[in-house]
């Protein structure tokens, strides 16, 4: 079982940046393949990026393709979103995941573990 705790969430005007971590628990990272999610209330969560077990491989959703950037540390057992050029609607609570399978995953129902989550806030 893996812990995640997400971090780095806060208040940008738009055109700005942040950039977001996921701290692991436990000695397996490197088996889980990881992603980003983000939700706004009334909304389902929707994907964001996803990147596998060795960090080579990577994918986004269209509405982020170019601004934000996921990688991750395996030394460290942290994941990282890189989120450049915001916009208003990039604002969300913002969550990490973790899946057993190998492979990048797309939805929801592809991970085993998430974090709680971290607000992001876009302003004018």
């Known amino acids: 079982q893996v812990q995640l705790v997400e971090s780095g969430g806060g208040l940008v005007q738009a055109g700005g940046a942040l950039r977001l971590s996921c701290a692991a628990s436990?000695?397996?990272?490197?088996?889980?393949?990881m992603g980003w999610f983000r939700q706004v209330p009334g909304k389902e969560r929707e994907f964001v990026a996803a990147?596998?077990?060795?960090?080579?491989?990577?994918s986004y959703a269209d509405s982020v393709k170019g601004r934000f950037t996921i990688s991750r540390d395996n030394a460290k057992n942290t994941v990282y979103l890189q989120m450049n050029n915001l916009k208003l609607e990039d604002t969300a609570v913002y969550c990490c995941?973790?899946?057993?399978?190998?492979?990048?995953?797309?939805?929801?129902?592809?991970?085993?573990?998430w974090g709680q989550g971290t607000q992001v806030t876009v302003s004018s």
């Open positions: 990147v596998s077990r060795s960090g080579r491989s990577t």
């Open positions: 995941a973790a899946r057993r399978s190998p492979g990048l995953g797309y939805v929801v129902s592809g991970y085993d573990y």
């Open positions: 436990g000695r397996t990272f490197s088996t889980y393949a």
